[in-house]
């Protein structure tokens, strides 16, 4: 067991850790042709940029945060910027599912301790995603019920608040130093697992766990490494 101590419960980043976020597959299948091969690449980067930009500020619905980042980014290259291919993107979301190797390991894990997801996914989507995994969750925490989106730390203190629980009681696991890891170390967690997608850089010095395989989660917790 990789913990001092048996956590009261696990939480995890959902989008990205559990789901694949398959947004730019998303864009580029509703811009189509109107998204020119040369620039799709640079395109989709701004999105994110501006996307992680609109979720540091006040609150506002996911909706709007993919319609205001396309629309954002739209203006930096020769791109028409439509409402209606925002919210087509945006109503992909909950067709997404896990990565292999997820649901196996949640449900194992479920067997030992109360399984959470803190989510900048709005609440219906939440809800529908953690469907997808198919396995069970004690708690399931949206961006839409805390009113605000990780990295803030609010998040975080809403999170301990609505499980009655204190930082050395969760172990909390993403693929996100950015949005979680780091964030979850200035609020005192003490036991993070860094499940590395290759999407960023490993940041070992904020004193996570780092697993390549979501197969080896059990057994930070003392369990048999579940099957792939």
């Known amino acids: 067991m990789a913990f001092e101590t048996k956590p009261k419960f696990v939480t995890f980043d959902m989008n990205g850790t559990l789901i694949q976020f398959r947004i730019n597959d998303a864009i580029r299948e509703v811009l189509g042709e109107r998204l020119p091969a040369e620039i799709a690449d640079d395109y989709l980067k701004a999105c994110k940029a501006y996307r992680i930009d609109e979720c540091t500020g ?3 619905p ?5 319609a205001e980042s396309m629309e954002r980014a739209t203006r930096g290259f020769d791109l028409e910027f439509r409402a ?9 979301i909950p067709t997404w599912g896990p990565y292999p190797g997820v649901t196996e390991a949640l449900n194992r894990l479920a067997e030992e301790v109360p399984l959470v997801i803190i989510t900048n996914s709005d609440t219906a989507h939440a809800v529908r ?3 997808n995994l198919q396995a069970p969750f004690d708690t399931i925490i949206s961006a839409e019920q805390s ?30 130093p950015m949005y979680d890891l780091r964030p979850a170390a200035v609020m005192g967690i003490k036991n993070k697992v860094y499940v590395d997608r ?10 996570y766990e780092r697993i390549t395989d ?3 989660l059990p057994v930070l917790f003392g369990l048999p490494r579940s099957a792939a």
């Not at 209606?84 to 992909?92: P, S």
């Not at 290759?198 to 010095?205: A, K, N, Y």
């Open 62 to 66: 996911f909706h709007q945060i993919v």
């Open 58 to 60: 006040e609150y506002k």
């Open 129 to 131: 995603l953690a469907e």
């Open 214 to 216: 979501i197969a080896d």
């Open 147 to 176: 009113g605000v989106y990780k990295p803030r730390l609010r998040a975080f203190e809403y999170m301990f608040d609505k499980l009655g629980a204190t930082p050395d009681e969760i172990a909390h696991v993403s693929a996100s």
């Open 198 to 207: 290759g999407f960023e850089h490993d940041e070992h010095w904020l004193g």
């Open 84 to 92: 209606a291919d925002a919210q087509a993107v945006y109503e992909h």
